[in-house]
Structure formats: C-alpha cells, structure tokens
C-alpha cells in the first residue's frame, strides 16, 4: 500500500477568485468611516449640548431651526448614512461569523438590506423634507413659534 505526500507547497484551499474583494473594501469601510464618524459624532452632539444652552433646548423649535440651514442638513444626513451602513456591515459580519453558509444566511443578510434601505430612505426623506411651519395648516396644529 502506497500513499502520496502532497508536496508542501500546495495550497490548502483553492486561490481566490479574480475580481473585486467585497471583503476587503468592507473593511476598509469600516476603518474610513469609523475616523469620519467620530468627527460627525463629537461634532453633533458638542453644537446640540454645548453651544447654547445645552440640552433643555432641545426641542421641536431646536431641530426645526437647525434644518433651516442646509449644512446641518447634510451634516445629519452624512452621520445617518455612514452610522446606518457602518452598523449595517458590522451586523453583516456577525451573520457571516455565527450562521453557516445557506439559506439562513441568505435571508438574514437580505432582512439586513431591507431594514437598512428603508431606514436609509425614510431618514433622509425626514432630514430634507422636514418643515416645521408648513403653509395652509391650522393655527391650533401649529407650534407656537410659527407665524400663523
């Protein structure tokens, strides 16, 4: 009886296949946007918590004057994309990590899209249509620091 030793060079699994690395691209997601968000974070919450009177002016009126201008709105939605898409790849990972390859994956990872596409969508329609005063309402519907 013979047997054949494999030479020491051989591969123990097959080559990678040719192509883009999502896995690769998905970690350096990670690391560039985790750098972006502290700056947004930190940011946020020192213009909501230090600037001003801090945070018992936090209200309805706050948020309303603050999304008048459009630099805070895109400051906000630039924080909720990349927090969004930042979780959203971690929680990728988890699956990846603790699920065997399957349709249990598939349909966790494809809950995950979902949850973050419409997370995504309603955010930023909130973000860019947000009207704190909107024309032709009742006096009595509106807060009290819009002009009737």
Not at 12 to 40: F, H, Q, T
Not at 76 to 104: E, F, K, Q, S
Request: aromatic letters at 12%.
């Amino acid at each position: 009886m013979t047997s054949t030793i494999e030479s020491p060079r051989t591969p123990a699994r097959p080559a990678p296949k040719r192509g883009v690395n999502l896995e690769k691209w998905g970690w350096i997601y990670m690391r560039a946007s985790g750098v972006v968000l502290v700056v947004l974070v930190f940011g946020h919450l020192f213009v909501n918590l230090m600037v001003g009177e801090g945070v018992k002016a936090i209200d309805f009126g706050f948020v309303g004057g603050k999304w008048a201008q459009p630099f805070w709105q895109w400051w906000d939605c630039l924080l909720l994309w990349l927090a969004l898409i930042h979780g959203a790849n971690g929680m990728r990972t988890l699956v990846n990590d603790y699920t065997n390859p399957g349709t249990v994956q598939r349909i966790l990872k494809g809950a995950l899209l979902v949850a973050v596409v419409v997370l995504l969508t309603l955010g930023t329609l909130v973000i860019f249509t947000f009207e704190p005063c909107p024309a032709g309402s009742p006096a009595e519907l509106l807060p009290s620091f819009c002009a009737a």
